[in-house]
């Protein structure tokens, strides 16, 4: 069973390589997805996998790469949109 999360991460999370570092984290864990930088400084990732698997990203979420300052994640579920691979969004 798979399961589809919406993320939001805020903080120092722009400029740090968060995205390149999600996608490393993604296609380790198996998670399908992509991640993008938003106008506001936030980063949005989209990802599904099963849910071990996303839970274990969402907690590397909440740190992130060693340069990021991470002060918020928000989490929501979705429906499943059967991504192919985990992808960086410019």
Known sequence: MKRHVAIR???RV??????????????????TGF?????????YIEAEGAPRDLERFIIWC???????????????D???RRFAEFSISF
């Open 9 to 11: 991460v805020n903080g």
């Open 35 to 43: 991640v993008r930088n938003e106008p506001d400084g936030s980063v």
């Open 78 to 80: 979705g429906p499943d």
């Open 62 to 76: 909440r740190k992130g790469p060693p340069s990021a300052i991470v002060k918020g994640v928000d989490v929501s």
């Open 14 to 31: 722009q400029g740090v390589l968060f995205r390149a570092h999600a996608k490393e984290t993604a296609d380790q864990l198996g998670v």
